[in-house]
């Protein structure tokens, strides 16, 4: 299936601003906003590698995907997982940040088949971002996550159905399926079923779940891979993905992050085992 190449999607600039917001919306996850001091326009899918400056600056900027841009605002989720989204969590309000965006090829745009969109912890955002913009009734939206407790519920609206690993910690009047995001579609959606283009995005075996519902259904996937980065724009090659059939390697930055799912070799991603 075709991907917009990033050539086809507005320039990355490298802008400076400021963080104007930091909020939890969820046990897990953050939501944080920046001033960048000009509007942003991005598609839903890519990214930004975002640096904080000053004191609390790194060697190497780190990838998140846009969550939305208001006029000269953009914003992100993220979850704390290791140094960088620990000094982005202890970044006050004031803090300067460098951000590089928008990168990488996006999700496209729809078509008249509906959506079938698949969303495991921090894969969260650039699916939100597709719903907001694209969204139709025809589309199913799931969100997975571990507990009630992890999942952002503010941000997300009646269009989003839940899956939880352990059902604890969920709110009144939200329930949630008990099992993955996967066996969640698969319920809401038997065979039979009309034909939906997947897009997913979540950690590897999130993903080649998703890719054995499409194969099995002979329906088409979309999925954004979330590799190490080092600058975001295809030059580095930390971020490279090995391509189906032995064909080389693909950079997640500049070849993806959006990629057919047929396009990778799943068998070398993320632990092994085929998709
Ligand atoms: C295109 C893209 C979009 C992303 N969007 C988001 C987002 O919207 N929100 C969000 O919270 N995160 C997102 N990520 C993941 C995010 O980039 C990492 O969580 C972040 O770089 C970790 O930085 P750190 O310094 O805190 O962790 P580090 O100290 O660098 O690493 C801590 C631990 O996290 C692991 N880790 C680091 N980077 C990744 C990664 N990319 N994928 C899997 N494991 C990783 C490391 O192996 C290590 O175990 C995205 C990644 C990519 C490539
Ligand atoms: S991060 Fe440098 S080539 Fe992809």
């Not at 620990?86 to 951000?99: K, M």
């Not at 319920?187 to 997947?198: R, Y």
């Amino acid at each position: 299936m075709n991907i917009p190449a990033a050539a086809s999607a507005p320039p990355a600039r490298r802008l400076h601003g400021t963080i104007v917001a930091q909020t939890p919306v969820s046990s897990s996850m953050h939501r944080v906003e920046f001033d960048l001091r000009e509007h942003v326009p991005f598609l839903p899918g890519q990214f930004c590698m975002l640096n904080l400056a000053g004191d609390l600056s790194l060697i190497f900027a780190r990838p998140f995907s846009i969550l939305a841009t208001t006029g000269s605002r953009l914003a992100l989720l993220y979850k704390v997982v290791g140094r960088g989204t620990a000094r982005l969590r202890e970044a006050a309000v004031g803090a300067p940040v460098t951000c590089l965006a928008p990168l990488g090829r996006p999700f496209p745009a729809p078509d008249p088949r509906p959506r079938l969109l698949l969303a495991g912890g921090v894969g969260l955002p650039p699916l939100l971002a597709w719903e907001a913009r694209w969204g139709r009734p025809r589309d199913l939206c799931c969100a997975g996550g571990r507990d009630g407790g992890d999942l952002p519920w503010d941000l997300l609206g009646p269009a989003w159905r839940t899956s939880v690993d352990r059902a604890v910690a969920l709110p009144a009047e939200r329930p949630a399926f008990a099992g993955n995001v996967v066996e969640l579609a698969r319920s809401l959606l038997p065979t039979g079923a009309p034909p939906h283009v997947v897009l997913a995005c979540g950690p590897p075996p999130l993903l080649r779940a998703a890719a054995a519902l499409a194969a099995e259904r002979g329906w088409d996937c979309l999925v954004s891979v979330e590799e190490r980065m080092g600058c975001g724009y295809g030059v580095c090659r930390g971020c490279v993905v090995p391509r189906a059939g032995g064909d080389g390697y693909a950079t997640a930055c500049k070849d993806g992050p959006v990629f057919d799912v047929l396009d990778l070799d799943w068998a070398r991603i993320g632990g092994g085992g085929g998709a």
